[in-house]
């Protein structure tokens, strides 16, 4: 009956042309979305990254992942966020130090790497490789990108698993993806 609305036979031989009317009649324009890149959203709050300021959550405020933390936006309201010069975290820096032998420009990738996974931009798949020898950090590497987006958001995988039939599954809608 709701076909004959339409215009169209309800009969089976017709379902090309149902189809063809469907897929021409019902078109949604799509476009790039409004996306603010410079906000991490946790589970009751927003933190622009630009301001400082932290913000009551809203889903207008679109973004591709959310961390499972709380900020606890109500103990936040009245402290002003500092404005630390240089390196926020003495131990990560030494982390970095050891995982990079001092190396500045691999230092500032690590920064960069960690700073795309809290971005709520989903323009680009993040995806990161290491190799080396043991007890060099590759593992507490993964572990603190885990933390910092949480293991629902993480896959730990092979190069082999993925090459297995359906292997990119495992990797699908995930943040961050861990191949050692």
Partial sequence: MILHKCGLPYFASETEKLIKHLK????????PQKLKKCIIVFKDAVLDTITGR???FSPDRFCNAK???NIGISQLEDI???DIPGDLCPTFTEFLDSFTGGKD?????????????????NLS???LYMMGPTGTGKSVFSLVSE?????INTCHTTLARM????????????????CC
Avoid: M, W
Wanted: net charge positive; aromatic share 12%; glycine share 6%.
């Fill in 147 to 151: 933390v910092l987006v949480g293991s």
């Fill in 105 to 121: 420009d691999l230092k500032k990738f690590i920064r960069a790497y960690f700073n795309h996974l809290l971005r709520s931009d």
């Fill in 54 to 56: 932290v913000e009551e």
């Fill in 125 to 127: 798949q993040r995806f």
């Fill in 67 to 69: 961390l499972p933390y």
């Fill in 24 to 31: 021409t009649s019902h078109k949604v324009k799509l476009g």
């Fill in 163 to 178: 090459n297995q039939p359906l292997g990119f599954n495992l990797i699908q809608f995930k943040e961050d993806v861990n």
């Fill in 80 to 82: 002003p966020c500092p």
